[in-house]
């Protein structure tokens, strides 16, 4: 099982990013990404269902960043817009077959991709 995010830069504040992750090994019914800001505790931002109908997001991203996935390829997208110099973090994607899990402690974790938002 393995979860291989990419996607994340350099962007100014205002602009767009979009991170992805592809997994391999198994399908996982709940997807999600999480990050973590410079000394802070890595926190939940959004996950999505299989079938795309649950997105759940942290209230700070609301109305910015928006989940998707892509089941034929096994991939989960994070479009980030509106970035804001507080979104600067590395984002972790995750993955599990249950769903209180995704929100909080996931079984299956990527490795991060670093997303900095410039002034």
């Known amino acids: 099982v393995q979860l291989q995010a990419s996607g994340g830069g350099l962007v100014q504040a205002g602009g767009s990013l979009r991170v992805s992750c592809a997994a391999s090994?198994?399908?996982?019914?709940?997807m999600g990404w999480f990050r973590q800001a410079p000394g802070k505790e890595r926190e939940f931002v959004a996950s999505i269902d299989w079938n795309g109908d649950g997105t759940y997001y942290t209230d700070s991203v609301k109305g910015r960043f928006t989940i998707s996935r892509d089941n034929a390829k096994n991939t989960v997208y994070l479009q980030m817009n509106k970035l804001e110099l507080e979104d600067t973090a590395v984002y972790y994607c995750?993955?599990?077959?249950?769903?209180?899990?995704?929100?909080?402690?996931?079984?299956?974790w990527g490795q991060g991709t670093e997303v900095t938002v410039s002034s």
């Open positions: 995750a993955a599990d077959s249950v769903r209180a899990n995704i929100w909080s402690n996931p079984t299956y």
């Open positions: 090994g198994r399908i996982f019914y709940y």
